[in-house]
């Protein structure tokens, strides 16, 4: 079955960078973009950017542009999300999440990773 | 940007009541593309509706959506306990974006 897994909780200062891990298994890596969405505490869900993780081609929200990167290594069918400059705004729980192979909707969701900025 | 604006903001029901949802996009939804999800407490969203109207694998069927262009609906037809969460719409017609959500809590 399909599954995303996450890396676990992070922790960070203003002005760090996180890395958050999306490690997808039960399906082909290459053949699905990876999506990620952030929620902060009792707030709603934002949508941040896309990746195709076969090409390496992406599309980030204009909010996170110049702030974010979307990697992937193809060899353990991982994908990766990091954000700089963090602000204590940035604190949220962070999603991996996928659709079919031609549309936007996501039905694949990981577990979520809490990011905490905080001095 | 597509602006997606859910009302009401929370939506007092009981058990066995019919709950309708509404989202109204900014501008138009290109080929209906609007996408509805449930979401609990400390868990990840659950996609139930997907093109406006088609229910998502294992969804019941008294989750339905309908709607176009700019206006779109969710429906239970009869609120279970199970079914008291948060709802967002998505639009992934143009990038995506998330209306804000619709709390459905017991009255």
């Known amino acids: 079955q399909v599954q995303l897994v996450q890396s676990g909780a992070e922790v960070k200062k203003p002005g760090a960078s996180v890395k958050v891990s999306c490690k997808a298994s039960?399906?082909?890596?290459?053949?699905?973009?990876i999506n990620w969405v952030r929620q902060a505490t009792g707030q709603g869900l934002e949508w941040m950017g896309w990746?195709?993780?076969?090409?390496?081609?992406?599309g980030y929200a204009q909010k996170f542009q110049g702030r974010i990167t979307m990697t992937r290594n193809t060899s353990i069918s991982t994908a990766y999300m990091e954000l700089s400059s963090l602000r204590s705004e940035d604190t949220a729980v962070y999603y991996c999440?996928?659709?079919?192979?031609?549309?936007?909707?996501?039905?694949?969701w990981g577990q979520g990773t809490l990011v905490t900025v905080s001095s | 940007e597509i602006v997606l604006t859910q009302s009401p903001g929370t939506l007092s029901l009981s058990p066995g009541e019919r709950a309708t949802l509404s989202c109204r996009a900014s501008?138009?939804?290109?080929?209906?593309?609007l996408a509805w999800y449930q979401q609990k407490p400390g868990q990840a969203p659950r996609l139930l509706i997907y093109?406006?109207?088609s229910r998502a694998t294992g969804i019941p069927d008294r989750f339905s959506g309908s709607g176009s262009g700019t206006d779109f609906t969710l429906t239970i037809s009869r609120l279970e306990p199970e079914d008291f969460a948060v709802y967002y719409c998505?639009?992934?017609?143009?990038?995506?974006?998330f209306g804000q959500g619709t709390k459905v809590e017991i009255k």
């Open positions: 999440a996928r659709g079919p192979p031609t549309s936007q909707y996501f039905h694949h």
């Open positions: 990746m195709n993780p076969n090409s390496g081609n992406t």
């Open positions: 501008q138009s939804v290109s080929s209906n593309y």
């Open positions: 998505q639009q992934y017609g143009s990038s995506r974006t």
């Open positions: 093109g406006a109207s």
């Open positions: 039960g399906y082909t890596f290459t053949s699905y973009d």
